[in-house]
């Protein structure tokens, strides 16, 4: 049975192709939250712990940008949050967190500049392990940025390579300096899949903005 590497090294191969990427994890949901939870990643933690310093409100409105099998959202739901949405162009994906019983949406879109949703629907959107090597692009900050109401927050998780490489530094200061948004927060670095044989030397940070 393919392991959380073998997975993991097909969506690389990806190269950021849609439509291979969607036939991938069409595949992989299955099995999706047992592997992803056996890696030993910690970002979904840190990344709901951050969350909830910034956001007070359990009747908060929250999207859960690239929610996948809706790992994070259970985090949220399980600390008090109520009112999830979540967004994710996988179908497959998407069936296994409509099993969870606990998004009031659910939204089969992709994250690009601009995003099919409302401008300012949220109080805050979390993105957790999808700002990664073939996955979201930088331009899909824009668009995160223009769902989140003012004052809102907007907290994700960022892989070393993608800040380093894949222009996400850039974007982060571009919008800061437009005025769009402030960093509030960041976590120290840590190993994104510690218990990953291939993968063990992939960091990540989580990061706070709030939107002005």
């Known amino acids: ?9 097909k969506v690389y191969e990806a190269g950021g192709d849609r439509e291979t990427l969607d036939r991938l994890y069409d595949d992989w949901a299955q099995e999706y ?14 990344t709901a ?10 009747n908060a409105t929250i999207l859960d940008a690239g929610c996948g099998t809706g790992n994070m959202a259970q985090l949220l739901h399980q600390m008090g949050y109520s009112h999830l949405e979540g967004l994710d162009p996988c179908e497959g994906m998407l069936a296994v967190a409509q099993r969870k019983g606990i ?8 994250l690009a500049e601009q995003v099919e949703l409302p401008d300012e629907s949220f109080d805050a959107v979390v993105a957790a392990g999808v700002f990664t090597q073939g996955h ?3 331009e899909s900050l824009d668009g995160i940025v223009k ?10 998780s960022l892989t070393e390579p993608a800040y380093n490489d894949l222009g996400f530094k850039e974007k982060m200061i571009e919008l ?4 769009l948004w402030t960093e509030r927060e960041r976590s120290r670095r840590f190993r994104s899949f510690p218990f990953s044989e291939k993968e063990a030397h992939l960091h990540h940070w989580v990061y706070v903005y709030r939107k002005r």
């Not at 998004?103 to 992709?110: F, P």
């Not at 769902?147 to 994700?156: C, D, M, R």
């Open 49 to 58: 712990g951050m969350t909830a310093r910034h956001l007070r409100s359990f």
């Open 176 to 179: 800061e300096a437009s005025g």
């Open 33 to 46: 939250d047992g592997h992803l939870w056996a890696s030993g990643n910690p970002y979904l933690a840190i």
């Open 103 to 110: 998004y009031k949406a659910l939204h089969k879109l992709v």
């Open 1 to 9: 049975m393919p392991d959380f590497d073998h997975w993991l090294e």
């Open 136 to 138: 979201a692009p930088p």
């Open 147 to 156: 769902l989140v109401k003012p004052g809102g927050i907007i907290v994700f």
